[in-house]
């Protein structure tokens, strides 16, 4: 079961038991106390079994969300450490590049070019040591990077856990569905 399934599952019990316990308080609280065909004692018990089985479902309910929340922040730091781990390539390549043109040594057009989008002064700074090596026989490199991917977007960590199959057993329904001894 997914865990959105689950939470909805969860909720909708969580609202039956609610609506239900109410019925009976309701009921206990309208009748005298001398009441002859009215057994306060069985709702007294009805109601103190609906309260324990509401507190156990919210119990569940909380357990969910508690794991929820966790595939969440598990999901988000993932999704910034390959953020990171991209944006840190992306500079190391980039240095590659100015020190290949730093030696005077020939790069693609398209590298030149992210070298400038990335760092402008580190461009021109590279561009200038490569007047000063202009003596040495320049070697020549390929791109460094690959042709563009295409990336799908990715799932936001909310999606993702929603999402995610969770081992819980759906809430009991009981005899929630009982109607409240009428007055």
Same mark, same amino acid.
């Given at each position: 079961? =997914?865990?959105?399934?689950?939470?909805?599952?969860?909720?909708?019990?969580?609202?039956?038991?609610?609506?239900?316990?109410? =019925?009976?308080?309701?009921?206990?609280?309208?009748?005298?106390?001398?009441?002859?065909?009215?057994?306060?004692?069985?709702?007294?018990?009805?109601?103190?079994?609906?309260?324990?089985?509401?507190?156990?479902?919210?119990?569940?309910?909380?357990?969910?969300?508690?794991?929820?929340?966790?595939?969440?922040? +598990?999901? +988000?730091?993932?999704?910034?450490?390959?953020?990171?781990?991209?944006?840190?390539?992306?500079?190391?390549?980039?240095?590659?590049? %100015?020190?290949? $043109?730093?030696?005077?040594?020939?790069?693609? &057009?398209? #590298?030149?070019?992210?070298?400038?989008?990335? #760092?402008?002064?580190?461009?021109?700074? +590279?561009? @200038?040591?490569?007047?000063?090596? =202009?003596?040495? =026989?320049?070697?020549?490199? #390929?791109?460094?990077?690959?042709?563009?991917?295409? #990336?799908?977007? &990715?799932?936001? /960590?909310?999606? $993702?856990? !929603? @999402?995610?199959? $969770?081992? $819980? %057993?759906?809430?009991?329904?009981?005899?929630?569905?009982? !109607? +409240? /001894?009428?007055?």
């Amino acid at each position: 079961m =997914k865990i959105g399934e689950a939470k909805q599952l969860y909720q909708s019990h969580l609202s039956t038991l609610s609506s239900y316990r109410q =019925k009976l308080k309701k009921s206990l609280e309208s009748v005298p106390e001398n009441h002859p065909n009215f057994d306060r004692t069985e709702i007294s018990s009805e109601l103190s079994r609906i309260s324990a089985e509401y507190e156990r479902t919210k119990a569940g309910l909380e357990q969910i969300c508690s794991q929820e929340t966790l595939i969440q922040n +598990a999901e +988000a730091s993932r999704q910034e450490s390959e953020a990171t781990a991209e944006a840190m390539e992306e500079m190391m390549k980039c240095l590659e590049i %100015a020190r290949r $043109i730093s030696n005077g040594d020939k790069v693609p &057009a398209s #590298d030149e070019k992210k070298l400038m989008e990335y #760092d402008y002064k580190l461009y021109i700074s +590279a561009k @200038n040591m490569a007047m000063v090596n =202009k003596n040495n =026989k320049p070697k020549e490199y #390929d791109s460094l990077w690959d042709e563009e991917e295409t #990336d799908e977007p &990715a799932s936001s /960590p909310e999606e $993702i856990a !929603e @999402n995610t199959e $969770i081992n $819980i %057993a759906p809430p009991s329904a009981g005899e929630t569905g009982a !109607e +409240a /001894p009428s007055e």
